[in-house]
Structure formats: C-alpha cells, structure tokens
C-alpha cells in the first residue's frame, strides 16, 4: 500500500519500507475501529505543512555545503505544532513526516495542546565541528522563522540534537525577534529557561509506565527481572530509575554490544564505569558479554527496547520470553511482531504512550517559558507522573472495552481526540 502525499515525493523503490505508510498504516486501523469519516481520514493522513529550506554552510575549510533541512506539521487543530529536529543521516522527507504524525497521536494521546511536527537535517553530526553545526543550526531556524514561534511550532531535540542546539536556536529566533522568547523551543539549558526534570523525563515516563502494567498484574518493581536495549539517554534514565525502585536490570545494550548479569547490574557503578571508559558498557565487572540480538530473547519479566526501529519482528518474536514489552524507542515492534505476540499473550506498551514522558516535561517546559514562572523538580515530576498514569489508565480501559490491543488502544484515543476537535471547528472556508 503506496500513500499518496500531494506534498511529499514519490517513494523511491518498491523494495523501499516506507515509515510514512506504516504511520497511516496505524491511522487506517484507528480510523476502522472509529468508524471515522473518510473525509477526516483524508484530512489526517496528509500532513499540514511540509517545508523544505536550503541550507547553505560555510565548512570550516571555506568551502561551501548546501544541506536540505526539512520541517512537517502535521496537524494544528488541538494547539501548535510540537516535535524534534534530528540530525542523522538516514534522515528523509518520507521518516520527518511519518514522526510528525505519530507526535499528533502522542499529545493527543496524552493531552497535551499540540499537534505534531518534526524536522530534520540528513547529515551525521559526528562529521562537522562545533562551529558548523552552530552554523547549520542557526540558519535552518533563520530560514524556517516564519514558520515557528511560541503558539505556531514549538522544536526540541531529537536524534543528533541537544540542549546545546536549542540554546542556539531559541537565541536565533529571539534576536530576530528583538527580545528573549523562551518558549519557541523545549530542551533547553536551564540557564535560559529549561526544565527541571527534563534530561531524565523520558526514561522517568518509561519507569512509571512499566510500574503501572505489572501493578494490573499484581506484581510490584521489586525484584522484577528487566532487559534494556540501548544505554542512552532514554534507556539509561530508565535504566537508573526502576533499579532505584528495585527492579533487577539484569542486561543492557549500546550499539556495539551488550553486558548480562544474571543477579541484576549495580547500576550507579555501570554509569560511572562508562563515563570513565569513553561511553564503553563492556567489561565492567562481574557481567558477561551478550549480543543485541540475545539480550532481547533473555528470560525475564520485561523487555525495554530502547535504541532502534524494528528490533522485534516477525524473526525474533516467538523467542521473546518477556511478558511486558515497553517501547522506549519509537517504532521497536514490527506491526507483524505485535500480532504474534499479542496472540501470545505478552503486553506490548506501545511507544506513543510509553516514550510520551519527554514530550509531557517539554509541554511542562513550554508552560513555564509562557508565564515566566517556573518550577521546582518535584513539581515537573508530579505534573508529568499525573499525566502519565491518567493516559496508561485510559489506554488500558479503552482496550478492555473495544477487546483491542493496547496499541490500537492508544491510536484509537488519540486520533479520536484529534478526529472530534476537527469535526467541531468545522473545514474553513
Ligand atoms: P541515545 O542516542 O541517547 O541512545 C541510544 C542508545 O542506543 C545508545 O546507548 C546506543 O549505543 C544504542 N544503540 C545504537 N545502535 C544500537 C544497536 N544497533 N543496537 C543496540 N543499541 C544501539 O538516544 P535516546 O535519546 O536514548 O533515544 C533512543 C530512542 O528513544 C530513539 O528511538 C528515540 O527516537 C526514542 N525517543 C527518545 C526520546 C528522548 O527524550 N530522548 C523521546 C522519545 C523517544
């Protein structure tokens, strides 16, 4: 199944697995449950507004790069847009907007006043200096100044991306401007208006997500055995977080391997282990080396794929020995692994809910950038854990109800919320 975009290029080849079809893939099967109107359909499969800027840059060689830098909104309808700029270079139009929808469900989903957006530019932030990338940086946002702004698109960091690319984003636009203007981005420093909480937020999301799923199971953190794939940001915030509470975290993963300890890993000391040895995880003490591939068929109760899309598909799915799988990634499960595991009877929490803790803190973030008033860390924690818990409850109840899975749950809540605001403002003109 081929999407049509008006906006969006041809699919290059046939062989080519586009993720802007698995988005509407997603969409087609909310919308089926909804018995939603094909028009709205129509509406929502199509993105908003897609921009495309020229970015030209002067290396530090003196020669001159021409980079595309990419900007979809997919929806305004609840609030502005919301969303990511990734720096990688698998970046493409097709993947900026596939992420930009799924961000609509995910604050819809959760309820927050946005709609989704993304960005990207397809280079590896490895291969320019410092001064390029502030280059680079500073010029996308120039280029796209019309199309951001507090109450029109809010960025944040995404892959390749950080605190410090929103610092010099948020001053771009602010000189522009011709005063500070906190909330035209999220993830910033604190110096100039970030968030307490932030850093940790997607990773402390996960952890509340997963201590809610084994609470209807009747079990508890305590003693849980957990497998986490990737020791990132988002997989080691969780990581730190449900081994404070208790659970075993019996493997963890980067890109080049992962580490196995059949007692549960001292967490703490792995963090500090890799901080001294350049980001390494392996040969830390009394742990034996494991794949990637092993780690996700590991016998324990939770599995935390939180590195890469389609780690878990039709190949690996029957070995999974977890019953609860928590998408800390976006897009870990195939669409086809899900079925065999729900058939099997695991929990698959899918990532719009389980990774929203992030999108939730940057919401947070934004609120107090509008009013200048801003918060201490048990606040942010508090607002964001309400949040957080009220989505899982309905995700759950809205399974229950409809006999579907949490997934289908998830989409049919967000897109329902999203389909309902559209039906009452009515198509202008
Ligand atoms: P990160 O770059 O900080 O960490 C990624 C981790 O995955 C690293 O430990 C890396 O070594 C590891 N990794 C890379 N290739 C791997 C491979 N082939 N096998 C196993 N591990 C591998 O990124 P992050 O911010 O932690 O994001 C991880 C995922 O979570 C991404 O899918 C991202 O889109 C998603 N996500 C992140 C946030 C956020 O707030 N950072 C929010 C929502 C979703």
Known sequence: MDKTSPLLPEIPSPAY??????????????????????????????PRKVVTVSIPVKRDSGEIQILAGHRVQHCNVLGPHKGGIRFHPAVTLREVSALAMLMTWKCALLGIPYGGAKGGIAINPKSYSINELERISRRYISELIKDIGPSVDI?????????????????????????AVPGVVTGKPLSIGGSLGREMATGRGVMIIVREALKDKGKSLEGT??????FGNVGGAAAELLHQAGAKIIAVSTGSGGIFAENGLDIPQLKAYQKENNRKISGFSKTQPISNAELLTLPCDVLIPAALENQITQKNADRIQANIIAEAANGPVTLEANLSLEARGVTVLPDILSNAGGVVVSYLEWVQGLSYLFWDEEKVNGEMENLMVQAYRKVMQQSQERKISPRLAAYVLGVGRVAQALKDRGLYP
């Open 17 to 46: 697995i586009c993720p802007f079809d698995q988005a509407c893939s997603y969409l087609d099967a909310a919308a089926k449950e909804l018995k939603l109107d094909q028009g709205v359909l129509e509406i929502l499969s199509n």
């Open 155 to 179: 960025p944040a960091p995404d892959m390749g991306t950080s605190a410090r690319e929103m610092a010099w984003m948020m001053d771009t636009y602010s000189v522009n401007i011709g005063h």
């Open 225 to 230: 055995r957990i497998a986490i794939q990737g």
